[in-house]
Nanobody, 122 residues
Framework: QVQLVESGGGLVQAGGSLRLSCAASGRTFSSYAMGWFRQAPGKEREFVAGINWDGSKPGYADSVKGRFTISRDNAKPTVYLQMNSLKPDDTAVYYC???????????????WGQGTQVTVSS
């Protein structure tokens, strides 16, 4: 069992940066792959970034590649999403999620946080 709590969202101007954090509880965090997803009003939840249990194999949606960076610290245990060069289209609720084994398919994730709002103004 893994409990996840996101933080770090907020309002930022286009071109700005935010760093999201996802704090996990549970002794088995280091055995889980982690993902960040987002959902804008009226849209389906979509993959943003993912990372394997050991920090390898980071993957990104094309829309954020080169702007966002996912990382994790298993000693904390926390996963991060550094978001740079933010655009109004990045506005959404951002969720972190955990599963055993890397995936970019949101329905395959077992554990979810409550989400944190990111709003990018133009």
């Amino acid at each position: 069992q893994v409990q996840l709590v996101e933080s770090g969202g907020g309002l930022v101007q286009a071109g700005g940066s935010l760093r999201l954090s996802c704090a996990a509880s549970g002794r088995t965090f280091s055995s889980y792959a982690m993902g960040w997803f987002r959902q804008a009003p009226g849209k389906e939840r979509e993959f943003v970034a993912g990372i394997n249990w050991d920090g390898s194999k980071p993957g990104y949606a094309d829309s954020v590649k080169g702007r966002f960076t996912i990382s994790r610290d298993n000693a904390k245990p926390t996963v991060y999403l550094q978001m740079n060069s933010l655009k109004p289209d990045d506005t959404a609720v951002y969720y972190c999620a955990a599963r055993r084994g890397y995936s970019d398919y949101y329905r395959s994730y077992d554990y979810w946080g409550q989400g944190t709002q990111v709003t990018v103004s133009s």
